[in-house]
């Protein structure tokens, strides 16, 4: 059984799809990297660039299902990253189905398989806390604490008791095959207009440990900006390790597994309502915009002329939005879908016509990716960046975008130079903390208590600042359930929460409850990181009195 080679492994996977042919771009990623896997001793990195809808993520199902076939000279499990928490149940929930149809289609020695080796590990949500298990679905920020010895699971163990087991998950990540899936994701676009990346370089950083320590990677996306590929080869450069990348990208053909047309428009005065009226009657529509205060907004206007929309966000308790995201799934649900970013990427869904408010090119890319994505025909409307829009992105290279679909009328490849044309003088990565970092993997010297010291001083490893768990206060009845009853919100709305409160209500890890006053966070842009603050009071979650069952928590 080791002697299956990925691509064989690959083509008796693809039998449970219809049609059960191999894509082209799939096969040539896996072939380059067994070849350069047995020529480099593991240091292989594939960057894979394929349409939206080509199935990339397969691949971690098929290297999965290797080794779990023998080939365990490759690894002992795969490592799947995540850039966005909402994407990750969907691929568990796909990748558990795809091992049931593996062992019921095909059989024989797929019959080790097993729907139990999945484990979807966010943060401090169960699934697979180590990140030991044979097919482990995570985040970036989760990835990157375990890797940097500040393991998510035991954040609040780290930073009230002073120990962790970190090297537990470090040794599982370096007997792994790691999939840094919807790469482009990585970088921010307000990077590009005021300095460099964390999430970016934390990532890189990372690469380079793994490849010098022998640990396959392949890099996934539908839309990589030449500037992030140049960043991390670069860095590969310097390291010596420039021949272990293998770029596997279109080449000129029509690799788009299924024929789409898809018309664009930019709508220079308008907002969605406006757009929707001038449609005809339409099956599916899904409207994108940039904040959660302005989806609400939309979604209560279509309410009162009549319609029934679904409002989906991030605000929303995990288990309603859930619910919603299941009926999003339903192909044969029709109306209207009101969303911010958290469809944007990895959520395999299709509809008629997309409404979106301008965004980074690789943003409105993705968006499109949703329209007529198993084929047929579709519409793209995009409108002007609101003001709301502007703070999650920045006003450079939504508006540039606006204007290339104005000229164009259509959302190509072409798009993304304008990212490669707006950073062509920037550096996207922090070298310094890309330094510590290093320091941090490559010293046993630098424990734990050093990565804690590096967390507090950026404010954690990835984000700009820390996702703080609030649950609304409804649902605390009984035990309270963080994982399901909860949802998350970013250290400044926490403390625009807390500047309009003065004080809020909060859970500890013992379900006892303490308030916090605004006075303990200092000043403004001179206060210690939030997220420290909560995790050495042992603090839970916030809790929020004013949530809505119907629209979540606008903010």
């Given at each position: 059984?080791?002697?299956?080679?990925?691509?064989?492994?690959?083509?008796?996977v693809?039998?449970i799809?219809?049609?059960?042919?191999?894509?082209?771009?799939?096969t040539k990623?896996?072939?380059?990297?067994?070849?350069?896997?047995?020529?480099?001793?593991?240091?292989?990195?594939?960057?894979?660039e394929?349409?939206?809808?080509?199935?990339?993520?397969?691949?971690?199902?098929?290297?999965?299902?290797?080794?779990?076939?023998?080939?365990?000279?490759?690894?002992?499990?795969?490592?799947?990253?995540?850039?966005?928490?909402?994407?990750?149940?969907?691929?568990?929930?796909?990748?558990?189905?795809?091992?049931?149809?593996?062992?019921?289609?095909?059989?024989?020695?797929?019959?080790?398989?097993?729907?139990?080796?999945?484990?979807?590990?966010?943060?401090?949500?169960?699934?697979?806390?180590?990140?030991?298990?044979?097919?482990?679905?995570?985040?970036?920020?989760?990835?990157?604490?375990?890797?940097?010895?500040?393991?998510?699971?035991?954040?609040?163990?780290?930073?009230?008791?002073?120990?962790?087991?970190?090297?537990?998950?470090?040794?599982?990540?370096?007997?792994?095959?790691?999939?840094?899936?919807?790469?482009?994701?990585?970088?921010?676009?307000?990077?590009?207009?005021?300095?460099?990346?964390?999430?970016?370089?934390?990532?890189?950083?990372?690469?380079?440990?793994?490849?010098?320590?022998?640990?396959?990677?392949?890099?996934?996306?539908?839309?990589?900006?030449?500037?992030?590929?140049?960043?991390?080869?670069?860095?590969?450069?310097?390291?010596?390790?420039?021949?272990?990348?293998?770029?596997?990208?279109?080449?000129?053909?029509?690799?788009?597994?299924?024929?789409?047309?898809?018309?664009?428009?930019?709508?220079?005065?308008?907002?969605?309502?406006?757009?929707?009226?001038?449609?005809?009657d339409?099956?599916?529509?899904?409207?994108?915009?940039?904040?959660?205060?302005?989806?609400?907004?939309?979604?209560?206007?279509?309410?009162?002329?009549?319609?029934?929309?679904?409002?989906?966000?991030?605000?929303?308790?995990?288990?309603?939005?859930?619910?919603?995201?299941?009926?999003?799934?339903?192909?044969?649900?029709?109306?209207?879908?009101?969303?911010?970013?958290v469809?944007?990427?990895?959520?395999?869904?299709?509809?008629?016509?997309?409404?979106?408010?301008?965004?980074?090119?690789?943003?409105?890319?993705?968006?499109?990716?949703?329209?007529?994505?198993?084929?047929?025909?579709?519409?793209?409307?995009?409108?002007?960046?609101?003001?709301?829009?502007?703070?999650?992105?920045?006003?450079?290279l939504?508006?540039?975008?606006?204007?290339?679909?104005?000229?164009?009328?259509?959302?190509?490849?072409?798009?993304?130079?304008?990212?490669?044309?707006?950073?062509?003088?920037?550096?996207?990565?922090?070298?310094?903390?890309?330094?510590l970092?290093?320091?941090?993997?490559?010293?046993?010297?630098?424990?734990?208590?050093?990565?804690?010291?590096?967390?507090?001083?950026?404010?954690?490893?990835?984000?700009?600042?820390?996702?703080?768990?609030?649950?609304?206060?409804?649902y605390?009845?009984?035990t309270?359930?963080?994982?399901?009853?909860?949802?998350?919100?970013?250290?400044?709305?926490?403390?625009?929460?807390?500047?309009?409160?003065?004080?809020?209500?909060?859970?500890?890890?013992?379900?006892?409850?303490?308030?916090?006053?605004?006075?303990?966070?200092?000043?403004?842009?001179?206060?210690?990181?939030?997220?420290?603050?909560?995790?050495?009071?042992?603090i839970?979650?916030?809790?929020?009195?004013?949530?809505?069952?119907?629209?979540?928590?606008?903010?």
């Amino acid at each position: 059984m080791g002697s299956l080679s990925l691509p064989d492994v690959y083509e008796r996977v693809s039998q449970i799809f219809e049609p059960p042919v191999p894509r082209p771009l799939l096969t040539k990623a896996l072939e380059g990297f067994e070849e350069n896997f047995e020529r480099k001793n593991g240091k292989v990195l594939v960057f894979l660039e394929a349409p939206t809808g080509y199935g990339k993520s397969t691949l971690s199902l098929v290297l999965y299902a290797a080794i779990k076939l023998g080939r365990f000279d490759i690894g002992q499990r795969v490592i799947h990253v995540l850039p966005l928490r909402s994407i990750g149940t969907d691929l568990k929930q796909k990748s558990i189905e795809r091992i049931g149809k593996l062992k019921s289609t095909i059989g024989g020695e797929f019959g080790e398989l097993d729907e139990n080796d999945v484990g979807l590990q966010q943060m401090h949500s169960p699934g697979s806390p180590m990140l030991c298990k044979r097919f482990v679905i995570t985040t970036l920020d989760t990835f990157v604490t375990s890797f940097y010895k500040m393991p998510a699971w035991e954040y609040r163990k780290l930073f009230i008791r002073g120990t962790a087991h970190y090297e537990v998950p470090r040794a599982c990540i370096y007997t792994s095959v790691v999939v840094f899936d919807e790469f482009h994701l990585y970088l921010s676009s307000k990077a590009l207009e005021e300095g460099s990346s964390k999430s970016l370089t934390a990532a890189v950083a990372c690469i380079r440990s793994l490849l010098e320590a022998g640990v396959p990677v392949l890099v996934m996306t539908a839309t990589m900006p030449e500037v992030v590929k140049k960043s991390v080869s670069k860095k590969l450069e310097v390291s010596g390790l420039e021949d272990s990348v293998v770029e596997v990208v279109p080449s000129g053909g029509n690799e788009q597994p299924v024929k789409r047309h898809i018309s664009v428009e930019a709508v220079v005065d308008g907002d969605p309502i406006s757009v929707l009226q001038r449609l005809e009657d339409r099956r599916r529509v899904l409207v994108v915009l940039n904040t959660v205060r302005k989806a609400v907004e939309t979604y209560v206007r279509l309410k009162q002329l009549g319609h029934s929309p679904v409002l989906l966000h991030s605000r929303i308790v995990e288990r309603e939005r859930q619910k919603r995201l299941r009926k999003m799934f339903e192909k044969n649900e029709g109306g209207i879908f009101v969303t911010t970013q958290v469809v944007e990427a990895g959520v395999d869904v299709s509809f008629d016509v997309l409404i979106t408010e301008a965004a980074p090119p690789d943003s409105l890319l993705q968006r499109a990716g949703r329209v007529a994505r198993y084929g047929g025909e579709g519409e793209v409307f995009v409108l002007p960046l609101t003001e709301g829009g502007s703070k999650v992105y920045g006003q450079l290279l939504p508006n540039r975008a606006l204007e290339y679909v104005s000229k164009s009328r259509k959302l190509d490849a072409g798009i993304l130079k304008i990212i490669d044309e707006a950073s062509s003088e920037k550096d996207l990565l922090d070298y310094d903390y890309y330094d510590l970092l290093s320091d941090i993997d490559n010293y046993p010297s630098c424990s734990h208590k050093f990565a804690k010291k590096v967390w507090r001083a950026y404010c954690g490893f990835v984000r700009d600042g820390e996702q703080i768990t609030v649950i609304p206060r409804k649902y605390l009845n009984g035990t309270p359930d963080l994982q399901n009853d909860a949802f998350a919100i970013d250290e400044d709305r926490f403390r625009d929460l807390l500047e309009e409160k003065g004080e809020v209500e909060c859970l500890t890890e013992s379900l006892e409850r303490v308030k916090m006053r605004k006075e303990e966070l200092g000043r403004k842009g001179r206060e210690e990181c939030i997220g420290v603050k909560l995790l050495e009071k042992g603090i839970a979650a916030v809790i929020l009195d004013d949530y809505d069952e119907e629209v979540g928590y606008a903010g």
